[in-house]
């Protein structure tokens, strides 16, 4: 019993003397192993190629890379200062308008109002026709040459231009003329009815009720100035 005992202890001593031994090897373990020097880390930046075929070599030395201010402020710079006395060197001067940069406005000239022209067809005296187709037919013709005068009255003269003309059956004019007794107005807008006249027609054909072959007409063209 004795000699087990012995034997025993004499398996713990050489088991321990044995970890102790490999752990005395290792160097972060052991604590009488001096402290491992610092190293001193060197930070070099490689310049990209500029060909596909060339290396890229690191500089000899290179200095570390300073940010730009603009980058710090992302890319935005202040505006300059400006004193505040600066700013309001010139408040007299703009006041009384005789600061250099400024100029009084100048007083422009009134437009001329715009003339507004009106061109009308007075009724005239039918007292003697009692056929109601006539009369709607004749309303039709009467608008038609108003449409036309007014689209060729340009100018500001004014009057009355009293016109005769007939019309057949299938709408076209017939022998349009100036009633000048009737008439008070001057040449031009004697020519400008004229024109307004035959410029309107061909005109509707007559409708079943009006069973003529030709119609006489009368209008009076008023070229007005509102």
């Known amino acids: 019993m004795v000699y087990d005992y012995r034997l025993l202890r004499l398996t713990?001593?050489?088991?321990?003397?044995?970890?102790?031994?490999?752990?005395?090897?290792?160097?972060?373990?052991?604590?009488?192993?001096?402290?491992?020097?610092?190293?001193?880390?060197?930070?070099?930046?490689?310049?990209?190629?500029?060909?596909?075929?060339?290396?890229?070599?690191?500089?000899?030395?290179d200095p570390l890379l300073k940010l730009d201010a603009k980058v710090v402020a992302g890319n935005r710079i202040p505006p300059p200062y400006i004193e505040r006395e600066q700013i309001f060197k010139n408040k007299q001067d703009i006041l009384v308008n005789k600061s250099p940069g400024l100029s009084r406005p100048s007083l422009t000239a009134a437009s001329p109002i715009a003339i507004r022209k009106k061109i009308s067809l007075p009724p005239i005296d039918m007292a003697k026709i009692k056929n109601p187709n006539y009369i709607s037919y004749y309303q039709i013709v009467r608008e038609k040459i108003r449409r036309s005068a007014y689209q060729n009255y340009t100018h500001n003269e004014t009057g009355e231009v009293y016109v005769s003309f007939i019309i057949s059956n299938d709408g076209l004019i017939r022998n349009?003329?100036?009633?000048?007794?009737?008439?008070?107005?001057?040449?031009?807008?004697?020519?400008?009815?004229?024109?307004?006249?035959?410029?309107?027609?061909?005109?509707?054909?007559?409708?079943?009720?009006?069973?003529?072959?030709q119609l006489s007409f009368n209008i009076i063209i008023s070229f007005q100035i509102e």
Do not use: C, W
């Not at 031994?21 to 190629?49: G, T």
């Not at 020519?191 to 072959?213: C, M, T």
């Open 12 to 61: 713990l001593v050489i088991s321990l003397l044995a970890h102790g031994a490999i752990l005395l090897r290792s160097p972060n373990m052991n604590p009488f192993s001096p402290a491992p020097k610092k190293q001193k880390i060197e930070v070099r930046y490689v310049k990209a190629s500029s060909g596909p075929g060339q290396q890229r070599m690191p500089y000899k030395s």
């Open 176 to 213: 349009a003329r100036l009633v000048e007794e009737k008439t008070t107005a001057n040449d031009y807008l004697k020519g400008i009815a004229l024109e307004s006249v035959r410029e309107a027609s061909p005109f509707p054909n007559f409708p079943k009720e009006l069973d003529y072959q």
